[in-house]
């Protein structure tokens, strides 16, 4: 079997790299329990161009830019639901040697780079938060 199938039927990468909105992040103001986001009007045309839904909530703008850059979120079987859109550096597993790794969502040059977001099965997804064992 052909390796890249096997990955594709886990994760699903966008087509292209591109940074939607530099200075945008998910970090939500004080006082507030999520971030909602208003997408300049160029990114609404970019949506538009590329039939992408545009969501104001909080992980809205990175599922834009995922799909905006080519990116395909499969539909789950028996539901409305696609795949979820998860950023790769959630700041949680430092490379070997180092203490800390970048968090995405945090980093207003990284939440919208479609360079370190994928779409992942519900199984892959269900796994994303399990720590291996040591």
């Not at 990175?62 to 789950?76: D, S, T």
């Not at 070997?96 to 779409?119: D, E, I, N, P, W």
Request: proline fraction near 7%; hydrophobic fraction near 40%.
């Amino acid at each position: 079997m052909n390796p890249r199938k096997s990955l594709e039927a886990f994760v699903r990468w966008p087509a292209k790299a591109l940074l939607l909105w530099d200075g945008c992040d998910r970090i939500a103001p004080e006082g507030e329990r999520q971030r909602i986001h208003s997408f300049p009007e160029a990114i609404k045309r970019a949506a538009k161009a590329a039939e992408a839904p545009l969501d104001t909530r909080s992980n809205g703008p990175a599922i834009a830019e995922f799909l905006i850059a080519g990116g395909v979120r499969p539909k789950r079987f028996g539901s409305q639901n696609c795949w979820s859109v998860h950023h790769i550096y959630s700041g949680k597993f430092p490379y070997m040697g180092k203490s800390a790794t970048l968090h995405s969502a945090t980093s207003y040059r990284h939440f919208t780079q479609s360079a370190g977001v994928v779409a992942v099965h519900p199984i892959a997804d269900g796994m994303y938060n399990e720590q291996m064992p040591a």
